[in-house]
């Protein structure tokens, strides 16, 4: 099974991260804002809206590298 990793990265091209959390309610409250406000920044995203500060990575091997 697939680990899911949520970040808030920076909005230049290489998008180093900021803060990085299991769930995104633990983002949340990193960054003082809701959950519904980075999930739907993040639907955005993958759906090529705009580009968000937050992100969704799925780690899918065993040494947890990004899929």
């Known amino acids: 099974m697939a680990d899911v990793v949520y970040m808030k990265v920076t909005t230049d ?3 180093l991260p900021v803060m990085v959390a299991n769930t995104v ?3 949340a409250i990193m960054d003082n ?3 519904n406000n980075i999930r739907s920044a993040i639907c955005k995203r993958e759906k090529g809206l705009y ?3 937050y992100v969704k990575v799925i780690l899918d091997n065993d040494e947890g590298e990004p899929k």
């Open 13 to 15: 091209k290489f998008e």
């Open 25 to 27: 309610a633990e983002l």
């Open 33 to 35: 804002t809701t959950s």
């Open 51 to 53: 580009k968000s500060k």
